[in-house]
T-cell receptor, first 113, second 116 residues
């Protein structure tokens, strides 16, 4: 079956702009989590959605937001982009919350200039 | 707060050498434990996971890990590495019984370079 699909794969934005990233989980998976990966900070949890509700949020500013749709697809939005937001953004899906392990997508590489 | 520590940041081995990567976590309650691998240019892939039961877990590609609760450790091992094992390895933890159940905490990663 198809894996976790993230679009777009690459994105270049200018400081101050906003960006929306998309994630389609594995069919039947209802939990979607987002992570930011940078060389300096490693993999950091952004948020988790389950049944269209945000269940958990990491230590990121309010400029980072997300949502989940009824078909479990998820989007994350970053407003007022800063240079430090340049990172690989990873989406992971799981059949349900927590206990089944997570399958990751290939990520969206965001570069802020 | 929960934290995960991977002791080795960069490991260089020759083919056929044995591998052990250390991972320690800080949470004292029930945990789920994972090892992920990221091959160059590829996405994170699950190597193995521990939820409960036998503390010696076998994963894909000949990897195994041992959960030692008293030491808060979940070390990854492979008896004989291959050049194709060159990758970055991440240990991760979550807390299935808490409100943080959907949140994975990752270690900083270990880069493994296997010389042919």
């Amino acid at each position: 079956k198809a894996g976790v699909t993230q679009t777009p794969r690459y994105l270049i934005k200018t400081r101050g702009q906003q960006v929306t990233l998309s994630c389609s989980p594995i069919s039947g998976h209802r939990s979607v989590s987002w992570y930011q990966q940078t060389p300096g900070q490693g993999l950091q949890f952004l948020f988790e959605y389950f049944s269209e509700t945000q269940r958990n949020k990491g230590n990121f500013p309010g400029r980072f937001s997300g949502r989940q749709f009824s078909n479990s697809r998820s989007e994350m939005n970053v407003s007022t982009l800063e240079l430090g937001d340049s990172a690989l953004y990873l989406c992971a899906s799981s059949p349900t919350q927590g206990n089944y392990g997570y399958t990751f997508g290939s990520g969206t590489r965001l570069t802020v200039v | 707060a929960q934290s995960v520590s991977q002791h080795n940041h960069h490991v260089i081995l020759s083919e056929a050498a044995s591998l052990e990567l250390g991972c320690n976590y800080s949470y004292g309650g029930t945990v789920n434990l994972f090892w992920y691998v990221q091959y160059p240019g590829q996405h994170l892939q699950l190597l193995l996971k521990y939820f409960s039961g036998d503390p010696l877990v076998k994963g894909i590609k000949g990897f195994e890990a041992e959960f030692i609760k008293s030491k808060f450790s979940f070390n990854l091992r492979k008896p004989s590495v291959q050049w194709s094992d060159t990758a970055e390895y991440f240990c991760a933890v979550n807390e299935p019984s808490s409100s943080n159940t959907g949140k994975l905490i990752f270690g900083q990663g270990t880069t493994l370079q296997v010389k042919p």
